[in-house]
């Protein structure tokens, strides 16, 4: 088979991005008529004339878009369109895209039911008799069986045409194939440089995330939490030692060793001072001094007892 001039090959993802789009505008709009409009007609006639109804819109649709412009909705974000052998699509292949795209629904749901019809109308006519009963429920298993048939050797050509379309790309529905459409960008592709930061990103908080799970599956976060919190009351204990030796205002061993009065209390400061020192700052502060370490107030001292030995220092 010969190309088209000027055809540049859709690729597969953008053909498959192309019917998920076409799908979703119809799935979208069925929804909205449904909550919209049908919410105010009767349920009984819209049950009897649903796929009558959304077969003309869907003729509505596409005369307004792949009659007029040749593309799909789809196919026009996407920026592509069918060609044929010669270039541009014939009247008759919109026609037949036609008949494909909007009474697809209409054929699965009436067609059986037509062909019954009709075979059971010749079967009168032939016979000139009112057919019996058991005679009708055979003839009516029959026609069943082959439908079905038909329909299984359908689905299984539609496989092997998808199976094709992966392979080679072209004709991504069996019908394509049998209206010889091929799929083209309208204008030259540029080449496009792909920047897998953002992949490689999600890749690594993923990794990180199975790694969490894992160590959550196996760790005891009751016996972690008590080992910091050992770890930190040594450190807090470690600089109350470190800080009791020193007076806080002068940073050196205090002398006449003085400390806030009820220093047994736990909302005191538990800090010692120079004794020159904290009746300095008392002094200018008008007896209220904030401990620079604790951040706690001081309104009265008194000499430091040690309970290591006993005596005044």
Not at 21 to 31: F, G, R, W, Y
Not at 38 to 43: C, L, S
């Amino acid at each position: 088979m010969t190309k088209a001039k000027n055809s540049i090959p859709v690729l597969r993802v953008t053909q498959l991005d192309t019917n998920e789009l076409d799908e979703s505008l119809i799935l979208t709009l069925k929804q909205s008529i449904n909550q919209d409009f049908f919410k105010y007609v009767q349920y009984n006639f819209i049950q009897k004339y649903h796929t009558e109804i959304f077969t003309a819109i869907k003729c509505v649709l596409w005369y307004n878009t792949y009659y007029k412009r040749s593309q799909t909705i789809g196919q026009s974000l996407l920026d592509w369109s069918y060609l044929n052998q010669n270039g541009k699509l014939g009247l008759l292949r919109k026609i037949a895209h036609c008949f494909i795209y909007c009474f697809d629904e209409w054929f699965l749901a009436k067609l059986p039911h037509l062909i019954k019809k009709l075979i059971f109308y010749f079967k009168k006519l032939k016979n000139k008799n009112q057919i019996e009963e058991e005679n009708n429920l055979d003839s009516e298993r029959k026609i069943d069986n082959y439908l079905n048939f038909l329909g299984a050797i359908f689905k299984s050509v539609s496989f092997l045409n998808y199976l094709m379309f992966l392979f080679n790309g072209k004709y991504l529905h069996l019908w394509e194939r049998l209206l010889k459409l091929e799929p083209s960008y309208n204008r030259e592709q540029l080449i496009k440089s792909y920047n897998h930061e953002v992949s490689e990103r999600e890749e690594l908080w993923q990794t990180y995330f199975s790694i969490f799970k894992l160590i959550d599956s196996y760790a005891s976060f009751d016996k972690i939490y008590s080992k910091i919190t050992k770890i930190r009351s040594r450190k807090y204990q470690n600089e109350s030692e470190l800080n009791i030796k020193c007076c806080p205002i002068c940073e050196i061993e205090p002398s006449m060793i003085h400390c806030s009065k009820n220093y047994d209390k736990l909302e005191s400061c538990k800090h010692i001072y120079c004794y020159l020192c904290i009746k300095k700052a008392l002094n200018e502060h008008d007896n209220k001094f904030e401990c620079p370490i604790c951040k706690k107030y001081i309104y009265d001292i008194e000499l430091h007892i040690s309970s290591n030995s006993g005596i005044n220092e």
